[in-house]
């Protein structure tokens, strides 16, 4: 049930992370952000405060941009056909134009695929621990 907000950039969800988890006592096992540069931005606080990903936290990702391979660690991401979308939108665009007379509404739906990195893990329940938590257990 908690939604955590971040900036839509790196360096604004970097802050916005570091806010949170200066006011939150517990964080939840895993994270899904609405982009890779959110998810990369919140990944860079949380190891910065000593949570591990994927050990600690999971974070995954949207767009499978081409970073997410050189990320550390690689991010989980959902991929989507950015291209193929456009390409549909346009010729939705240019049946809609033939048929002005005609007034329908039409739902599409678009594939996506989980791209499965390193940015997960499957988290045991003592991992909900704070970073000093989990040291005190070692």
């Known amino acids: 049930d908690d939604v ?22 517990s964080l939840p096992t895993a994270f899904f952000a609405d982009n890779d540069l959110i998810a990369l931005g919140a990944i860079r606080a949380l190891k910065e405060k000593a ?3 994927p050990e600690d936290i999971s974070i995954i990702g949207f767009d499978d941009m081409e970073f997410c391979e050189m990320s550390s660690p690689r991010l989980t991401t959902v ?37 499965v990195r390193d940015s997960v893990a ?7 621990l704070s970073p000093d938590e ?4 070692l």
């Open 79 to 115: 991929y989507v056909d950015k291209h193929g979308m456009g390409a549909l939108a346009v010729k939705r665009v240019m049946e809609h134009v033939k048929k002005a007379h005609i007034k329908s509404l039409t739902k599409t739906e678009v594939d996506t695929r989980l791209i």
């Open 122 to 128: 499957r988290i045991q329940p003592e991992s909900q």
């Open 4 to 25: 955590f907000l971040l900036s839509s950039n790196v360096e604004d969800a970097y802050r916005d992370m570091l806010k949170i988890l200066a006011e939150v006592d």
């Open 134 to 137: 989990l040291n005190n257990n």
């Open 51 to 53: 949570y591990r990903v």
